[in-house]
T-cell receptor, first 112, second 114 residues
Framework: SQELEQSPQSLIVQEGKNLTINCTSS?????LYWYKQKYGEGLIFLMM?????EEKSHEKITAKLDEKKQQSSLHITASQPSHAGIYLC????????????FGKGTLLTVNP | KAGVTQTPRYLIKTRGQQVTLSCSPI?????VSWYQQTPGQGLQFLFE???????NKGNFPGRFSGRQFSNSRSEMNVSTLELGDSALYLC?????????????FGPGTRLTVL
């Protein structure tokens, strides 16, 4: 089965700093989703990437998909305390259009 | 549009009991998926329903079951609860549930088994 490995597992940054979170798949990626979760709450959809080389941005968050490396990165520019939370990547498994597999998440702390 | 709603938000049960969780999808969404989230295993897929049919199932014992109604609302049931079933149960809805179809998550039901 597919596995998604996220790095780093946790990250502490000073407000205003840039940061990058990576998500690497053990198998071919068929769509990659990024979500954000506040502890104990539901997941908030951030972005979806489908094609190799695709890059999407929303406010200060940019996500890229490198199909060849089977990897996606999430970059936050000029981090703010509101960016704190758990970031999760999810992807469809080959042959399983309806099932999402998720990474274990990256815990982001932003110190004011 | 209202988001995905889940009831109840919190639940405390004892071992051996059974529990039913409810999920109301976003209006117009016909696919509902269920996930279990624990600190050790992370987010794990339970099952997915579309038009009252289960299309995919994760690796969970038969104690975990679900169903979907004609209005797309879904319920999941866990029988003979075990301590290890304590988790955050999340449901997600999407239009059709296929590739490229974004899943939107509800706030979750926190189940504690004593």
């Amino acid at each position: 089965s597919q596995e998604l490995e996220q790095s780093p597992q946790s990250l502490i940054v000073q407000e205003g700093k840039n940061l990058t979170i990576n998500c690497t798949s053990s198998k071919t990626l068929y769509g990659l989703y990024w979500y954000k979760q506040k502890y104990g709450e539901g997941l908030i959809f951030l972005m979806m990437l489908q094609k190799g080389g695709e890059e999407k941005s929303h406010e200060k968050i940019t996500a890229k998909l490198d199909e060849k490396k089977q990897q996606s990165s999430l970059h936050i520019t000029a981090s703010q305390p509101s960016h704190a939370g758990i970031y999760l990547c999810g992807a469809h498994e080959e042959g399983s259009n309806y099932k999402l597999t998720f990474g274990k998440g990256t815990l982001l702390t932003v110190n004011p | 549009k209202a988001g995905v709603t889940q009831t109840p938000r919190y639940l405390i049960k004892t071992r051996g009991q059974q529990v039913t969780l409810s999920c109301s999808p976003i209006s117009g969404h016909r696919s509902v998926s269920w996930y279990q989230q624990t600190p050790g295993q992370g987010l794990q897929f339970l099952f997915e329903y579309f038009s009252e049919t289960q299309r995919n199932k994760g690796n969970f014992p038969g104690r975990f079951s679900g169903r979907q109604f004609s209005n797309s609302r879904s319920e999941m049931n866990v029988s003979t609860l075990e301590l290890g079933d304590s988790a955050l149960y999340l449901c997600a809805s999407s239009l059709g549930g296929g590739l490229g179809d974004t899943q939107y998550f509800g706030p979750g039901t926190r189940l504690t088994v004593l």
